[in-house]
Every structure is written in structure tokens, then in C-alpha cells.
């Protein structure tokens, strides 16, 4: 009886969180995508006037937007959240904790109430069923991660690979992995901290995508929305072409991101499984084989003069430890440069479980580590005809089944070639900074709403 009381109460504080965190976030859309649209409306003369000022205000509040969403899941502790270092006594089992003060405060400005909820429930377990300290605890939160130093990560981003910061000024093409939503979620959070590239940057996603509470800015951004299968495909290569002609330039983007994939990988694994078993192609389980359409598109579209097959080299150069050049440059506008680098990003969750949008809105599984693996790639490696494109990103994608399977099996990136030993380094969003943009979206939505109100009274 009393493991049922237990139990109904924990499901009942999980529906209170979820309707909780439903409802901020149903207000926050209700004050931060309407702002958008209405700054942008006002802004309309400074387009005409001076389209480039305009289409950088416009990033900028195209990158807090998306940071909002970021937040969502940083706040649950699926992408960056508290750390709680503990330090064992061997002797008397004494737990110590610190715990960084500003992430409590926004844990608790966001309702996010984990860790207190958890450290109760891990008390409670402790008594009836004491272990060692950190064990219990571990075991009580879930989606806990623990190093052999005793330190205990709650829900955050781990980076590994390539820096892709050198290059977050030059324009690229990003080909990533596909398991749920919530992948999108995760780059949207993870590509925060690499300069411009966020208020610079073009999605391609699912035209579903487009019926969505974000929908509307994305179409104002620029992003593409792409229907899938064969009896649509023609005619979407044809628009995304000319969607790239249109405002890839015209709007300064540099990096463009798609999941050459073509949907999910739990929809998509079994087919992809029985092409290469037809055609006698790599046989893969954590990623499927990729599509070539969108990626074909783009590189001819937007990369620099070929030669002898391949992709002009433009500025972008490559050392033998696969790190970009230091001597790049910051920026450049120029049309005929091109794309100069294709970044390939492989995104690992704990336990291979996906993280799909209604967790990371309701947030009923616990905190868990995300990690994202970069490999960059100059743009003159990459061959532009079919065949040996096809080659060239079959061989990417059987890579990155390389590195999932690796990453599965030890919790860890393979290291780099020619180094022992693979390092991470953790991505995490400033509390501080993101108060700041959700305190602009609600005084934007108080003001906008002042300016609709009287406008009504005025002419009705």
C-alpha cells in the first residue's frame, strides 16, 4: 500500500511538472514569436533602405528565440544543467556537495525542481536501504552520470572533436545524424556559443515542421521546408535551388544545416537495412544511409568553382591534426567564395535513448548527458559527381556508425588518430544571459500588447 501511495504521488508531481512547464512554454511562444513578427513588421522601411542592418537584427532576435527553445531542454537537464560534485569519505560515507549558484536560480526560474525533488527522494531511499553515498544517490536521480573522480553530472551537453570555432565565420554546409526531434533541439543549443553562426545560419527541415509554433520564423528567417519521397522529389530539388539562389546570398547565411538522412532513424533504419542488403552496401545500425538529393543541391549551388572533379579549395585549408587553419579569416562576404568547410556532426544519447520535443517540453524521463562529436572537412575534399559523392558521404555516415558503436559500447568518442586519449569539453548556456533574453521576450509582449490595445481603442 505504501509503494502504491509512493507511486502515485511521484506520478502525480511528474504530470504537476509537465502541465507546469507546458504552460510557461505555451506562454512564452504566445509573447516571444508575436514580438518577433511585430519587430520585424516596424523594421520593414530599414529592409528597404539597408537590407543587410535589417537582416542582422533580425539574427540576433532569430538566435534568442532560439535559445528560448534551447532552454526548454537545458532546464530539464537533457542539454546543460547543476553539477554536483561529491566528494566521498571512504571512512565515514559523508557526502559533501557544492553546487553552482546560478544554475540553481534558474533551475528554480524555470520550475525546474530535479534536483531538489531527486536529493528528497534520494534521502528517503537512503534510510530505507543505505549504500554508499554517492551509489544511491546515483541510482535514486537517474540520468546521472558518474566519473571514476566522484564527480556527478546531472543532464548537459558534452562536445568532442574538432573546434569548429575557428570556422564559425565561414560558410559551411553541416551534415548530421538523425534520431528524434529533439536533435534539432540539441544543435540549436549547442551552435549558441560559435559566434554568428546561429543568426547566420539555414535549416533545412521537414515541411511538417512548418505547422509548428516556430514555423512562421522559420519561413520569416529563411529556412527550407523539403517533403520527402519520390513523387515530390524533382520539383523540391528545383525549389530548394532556387530557395538557395534567392536568400542564401541576399540574406548573408553562412552555414546551411540538413539531416541527409531523410527522417528519423527508428523509421527509416529498416529500409535504409534492406537497400544495402539489396545492393550490397554497408549494413548499418545507428545511422541509416543517406539520401544525396538536398546535399547534391547545395554543394553545386553554393560551393566554389570546381576542379577536376571536386569542389574548389576557396580560403579553407587543413592540417594534419584536423583542425582547421588559425590563419582563417574572420569574415567574408564575397558570392564567388563559396562554401569552404562541410562540418559532420554525430549526436550520441545516453543509453541510445533519443530525446524526442515532447520530453524536452514536459520533461518526464530524467537528466541526462547528450554528446556531440564534430569532424570538419575542407570544402575541396568533397567531390561533386554522383558517384563519388555518393562514395564520399556513404563513407561519412559509416563513420559515424563507427563512432555510435564505439561511443555504446565504452561511453566515450574513439580518440583522434594519432592521440591516446579522446577529450571533451562541456557546453553549457549562461543562466545569467538567457534570464536576460526570456526577461526582453515577456517586456516585448507586455508592450506589444499595450501598442495592439490601443490601436483598438483608437480605430474600433
Request: proline content about 4%.
Amino acid at each position: 500500500m505504501a509503494l502504491m501511495v509512493e507511486r502515485a504521488r511521484r506520478l502525480g508531481w511528474i504530470l504537476l511538472k509537465a502541465v507546469l512547464r507546458f504552460s510557461f512554454m505555451a506562454i512564452n511562444n504566445l509573447v516571444a514569436i508575436p514580438s518577433y513578427v511585430l519587430y520585424l513588421i516596424v523594421l520593414q522601411p530599414l529592409r528597404l533602405m539597408d537590407s543587410r542592418t535589417f537582416w542582422h537584427i533580425e539574427g540576433v532576435m532569430f538566435k534568442w528565440l532560439l535559445a528560448m527553445v534551447s532552454s526548454w531542454g537545458w532546464a530539464a537537464g537533457y542539454t546543460g544543467i547543476t553539477h554536483m560534485y561529491m566528494f566521498v569519505n571512504s571512512v565515514t560515507d559523508s557526502v559533501k556537495m557544492t553546487t553552482d549558484v546560478w544554475a540553481v536560480s534558474a533551475l528554480a526560474l524555470f520550475t525546474m525542481q530535479y534536483t531538489v525533488q531527486g536529493m528528497g527522494e534520494a534521502v528517503e531511499e537512503h534510510i530505507v536501504n543505505p549504500t554508499s553515498g554517492i551509489d544511491w544517490l546515483c541510482v535514486t536521480l537517474g540520468g546521472i552520470h558518474k566519473n571514476p573522480w566522484g564527480v556527478v553530472d546531472m543532464g548537459r551537453v558534452m562536445e568532442w572533436g574538432d573546434d569548429v570555432r575557428p570556422i564559425s565565420e565561414e560558410a559551411a554546409v553541416v551534415i548530421a545524424n538523425h534520431q528524434a526531434t529533439g536533435d534539432v533541439c540539441t544543435l540549436m543549443m549547442c551552435l549558441q556559443d560559435k559566434g554568428t553562426v546561429v543568426r547566420k545560419m539555414m535549416w533545412l527541415m521537414d515541411h511538417v515542421f512548418k505547422y509548428t509554433n516556430f514555423g512562421l520564423v522559420s519561413l520569416i528567417h529563411g529556412d527550407f521546408f523539403i517533403r520527402q519521397g519520390k513523387a515530390h522529389r524533382d520539383k523540391q530539388l528545383f525549389l530548394l535551388k532556387d530557395h538557395l539562389d534567392k536568400y542564401y546570398h541576399s540574406r548573408d547565411r553562412k552555414w546551411i544545416v540538413l539531416f541527409p538522412e531523410g527522417g528519423f532513424l527508428r523509421k527509416r533504419r529498416e529500409t535504409s537495412q534492406a537497400f544495402s542488403k539489396k545492393y550490397n552496401l554497408p549494413f548499418l545500425k545507428h545511422v541509416t544511409l543517406p539520401r544525396m538529393g538536398a546535399t547534391k543541391v547545395i554543394l553545386k549551388s553554393l560551393g566554389p568553382q570546381q576542379e577536376n572533379g571536386s569542389l574548389g579549395a576557396g580560403d579553407a585549408t587543413r592540417s594534419d591534426s584536423a583542425q582547421p587553419s588559425a590563419a582563417l579569416k574572420c569574415y567574408c562576404a564575397s558570392k564567388s567564395k563559396g562554401l569552404q568547410w562541410v562540418v559532420d556532426i554525430t549526436i550520441a544519447y545516453t543509453k541510445a535513448r533519443p530525446m524526442d520535443i515532447q520530453t524536452w517540453i514536459l520533461a518526464y524521463r530524467p537528466p541526462a548527458v547528450t554528446h556531440v562529436h564534430y569532424r570538419i572537412y575542407p570544402i575541396k575534399d568533397v567531390p561533386v559527381e554522383t558517384e563519388p559523392l555518393t562514395n564520399w558521404l556513404y563513407q561519412r555516415f559509416v563513420e559515424k556508425e563507427e563512432l555510435l558503436a564505439h561511443f555504446y559500447e565504452t561511453g566515450a568518442f574513439p580518440p583522434p588518430e594519432g592521440q591516446k586519449e579522446a577529450v571533451s569539453k562541456e557546453m553549457t548556456l549562461d543562466p545569467v544571459w538567457l534570464f536576460l533574453v526570456q526577461s526582453f521576450a515577456f517586456a516585448s509582449g507586455y508592450m506589444w500588447y499595450n501598442v495592439l490595445q490601443y490601436f483598438y481603442y483608437v480605430f474600433f
